[in-house]
Each structure stands twice: as structure tokens, then as C-alpha cells.
């Protein structure tokens, strides 16, 4: 009996249990993983091991800005096939209208419904090929509304959720180039970089902006333990709310951002979610500035520049 050895994230938690547990707590968890005593005594050892490698491998892409000023917008969490139609329609046609230097699409594009470990709607499980071909098209429209954009799609956990699933259902096929996120996209086709979940892109040494797998409670919760964790400044999405942190010290003020989302607030599978829909705009300079705008969509309408979009 060798069970199913957890990786990544689960693989971190799976070993704080084993260090914090007594004997009948280890017990437990071995039979949770249908393991051997032996072989769960191994994973928890072999952890900071694997961590490290981790560490290595999400170590953030960088970018650098040039330009006197450049402006980047930040979009994420359109979860297809929950994505709000309307509302991605305003925000393409503004972008559209803008014309930003760089689109960072910041991850959980597509839901990955029917490979969640959570409770499913059998009626939903033929239609994956479905979703991913409606996400190819919004990658597709973005190509064209803003085909001088340089664009960047950063994994989310819901994109990590097929990694996830292929690493623990078929290992063999996990490595096959043609399951890979940009194969199964073709993100090539649509000119669009890829960055692994939770690397990040670190911009100007300065801003970083990653997915996160972190989700507070309240409104800015976020951002505040996304400063503990990474410090410096950033932002994440993941949260699904709007919100802020500060803080300043003897060395500078430092500032973390949440980037709402783009979903339904009335998916099939929740009832009443605390988000917010919308979208940021980060201003770069050349002499290492930044400014962070963002865009709360209320009722399908944000203002900016004294414009009411609708």
C-alpha cells in the first residue's frame, strides 16, 4: 500500500500535521492517504527538500519598464464558464479604447470545473472542451482589440487545479507538452507569455504582481497578509474583492493591491459571495514610480476619467 503522496501546497500542510501530531493524529492521516506508517514518515522528511526546489522554480519573472510612463492593466478571475459576459464586454472595450502597454491576465481564466475536488454538477462534466474553447475566444478577442499589447497570462490555482489533476490521476501524461496549459490554450497563437503558478512578475524590481492562494475574509485582509508574506509592494487576484494595505517604515511606504474579479457573482455553486467585480491599472515611470489605479464595476458601470462606462 502506497497511497497517494500529496504535492505542492497539500505536501506542506500534510507535513505540519505530521510534525504537530501526536501518534493517534499520524495514525489518522495515514489512513486519510491509504499510506504506510513508513512511507508518510517519508513525504513529512522529505518536504523541506522539495520546498526548496519549489522555491527555485518560483522565483519571479521580471519585466522592465523603459518608457517615461507605461501603463499595465491588470485583469483575473474571469472563471469560465462563470465568467459575466456583460461585464467583460465593458472592460474589453475599454481596453480596447485604452490600449495598455502590457494586459496581465492574473490567472484562474478558466474554472477547471469538472477536475475540482469539490462536490460537481454531473450535468457540467461534457463540457470542458466547451470551456475551453470559449476562453480561447476571449483570448483571441483580447488579441484583437489590443494587437500591439504585449500580454502575459500568470497561473492561477484553478489553472494549477489541471496540473494538480494530471500529477495525481495520470502521472505519465502529466509531462505530455500537448496537456500544458499553453497547449491546451494555445497561447502561442494568441501571442501571449505564460508564467507558471506562483512565480509571479516581479516589475522593475519593484511591484509584484502573482495570482496568490490567499483569500481573507474582509475587504483588504488580502493585501495586508500578501505584505507579510512577500513584502515590497504587489498585487494579487484570487481574493475576488477590491481592497488596499499600507505601510511605512524608515525605508519607504510600501502598498499591496487585491484585483477583484470578473465572474458572476451568481455562480451556480455559491449563494451571496462577498466579491466585488473590477480591474486595476498600474502606472509605471522610468524612475522606478508606480501608481496603482482601480476600477470597482458596480452594477455593470465603473467611471473613469470622468467617463461613465456601461
Known sequence: MSGLKPIGAELELFSKEWKES?????FKLVKKYET???NASKWASKKKEEVSEKNTLTKPLTLKVTKDQQIIAVIGDTHNPYQDKKVISLVTNFLGELQPDVLIMNGDMNDFYQV??????IKRMGHMQEDINSTKEFFAEMNKVMPNTKKIL????HEYRWNKFLQHSSPATSVLDCLSIPA???????DIEYV??????????????????????????TAKNQYLKNGGNGICNHTHKGGSFFKRDRFGVWGWWENYCLCSLNPDWI???NWVQGFSLVNFT????????????????FMYGGKLWK
Open 286 to 301: 522610468s524612475e522606478q514610480r508606480f501608481f496603482v489605479e482601480q476600477i470597482p464595476i458596480i452594477g455593470n458601470k
Open 271 to 273: 449563494q451571496n459571495p
Open 116 to 121: 475540482s475536488v469539490f462536490s460537481k454538477d
Open 22 to 26: 501526536n501518534a493517534e493524529g499520524k
Open 36 to 38: 504506510t506508517y513508513k
Open 196 to 221: 507558471e503558478y506562483e512565480r509571479g512578475l516581479l516589475i522593475n524590481d519593484i511591484f509584484l504582481v502573482i495570482h496568490g492562494d490567499i483569500a481573507s475574509k474582509h475587504s483588504g485582509e
Open 154 to 157: 500568470i497561473e492561477g490555482t
Open 184 to 190: 491546451l490554450f494555445e497561447l502561442g497563437k494568441y
